[in-house]
């Protein structure tokens, strides 16, 4: 029996950002996932008696603790298994965290511009936030086009995996963004990446 759940859901970017990392690091077999289905106009019970703020992913610890946000069940898992750490060691680990709470803060954009068209009433949308989200999710990928080569090179660390994750929900929620024609470098770094199995195993649905 796994000595662990997470709360799951196979569209949810934050929740693949570790079902990514529990492929990298061999730990898939010490996770049980558990299915939901929730947005802010349909909460889930069970989430909100796991996490307050209603929100996947949450972990469920073997003692029946739990844990939540995703940066915080990264961490934890991350310090658990025996390989590497995926965050590096030295003045590299705060280049790191940044570039993926960069990719955290796209996602964020992301999520609520897919609440804010996919559940609220047409007549009740506000343009200018949207455009608002819309820009800081093309500042952020405009970034993450200038971190290829440095931040994200050949390691697939925390990072990279927050940055791919965050690429492939765009790919998902807003493929007219067409963001591989402005971003070359970007797109090559992510044609590479997608090809590892941890990638291929947690592809969202189409
Ligand atoms: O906001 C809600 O009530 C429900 N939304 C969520 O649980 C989303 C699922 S992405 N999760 C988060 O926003 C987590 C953010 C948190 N800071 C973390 O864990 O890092 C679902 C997107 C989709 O299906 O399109």
Redesign the pocket.
């Known amino acids: 029996m796994s000595a662990m759940t997470l709360f799951y859901?196979a569209?949810?970017?934050?929740?693949r950002?570790v079902t990514v990392l529990l492929h990298e690091t061999g730990q898939l077999a010490d996770v049980a996932l558990q299915e939901v289905a929730?947005?802010?106009?349909t909460?889930n019970a069970e989430?909100n008696a796991a996490n307050p703020?209603?929100?996947?992913?949450?972990l469920r610890l073997a003692d029946g603790s739990l844990l939540?946000?995703?940066?915080v069940?990264l961490d934890y898992l991350d310090q658990r298994h025996a390989g590497q750490s995926l965050v590096p060691a030295g003045p590299q680990r705060w280049a790191c965290l940044t570039l993926a709470a960069l990719a955290?803060a796209a996602?964020?954009a992301?999520?609520l511009i897919?609440?804010e068209t996919?559940l609220r009433p047409q007549d009740k949308r506000w343009n200018d936030w949207l455009q608002g989200q819309q820009e800081k999710l093309e500042r952020a990928v405009a970034r993450f086009e200038q971190a290829v080569g440095s931040e994200l090179a050949d390691s697939f660390d925390l990072a990279a995996i927050s940055v791919a994750c965050a690429l492939g929900?765009i790919d998902?929620?807003q493929p007219e963004m067409d963001w591989r024609q402005r971003y070359p470098q970007l797109a090559n770094w992510y044609a590479g990446v997608s090809q590892r199995p941890s990638m291929l195993a947690t592809q969202?649905p189409g």
């Not at 939540?68 to 940066?71: G, P, Q, T």
């Open positions: 859901s569209t949810s970017p934050f929740v950002k929730l947005s802010p106009t909460p989430v703020a209603g929100k996947i992913p949450a939540y946000d995703s940066r069940i955290d996602l964020d992301a999520v897919r609440y996919f929900y998902l929620r969202p």
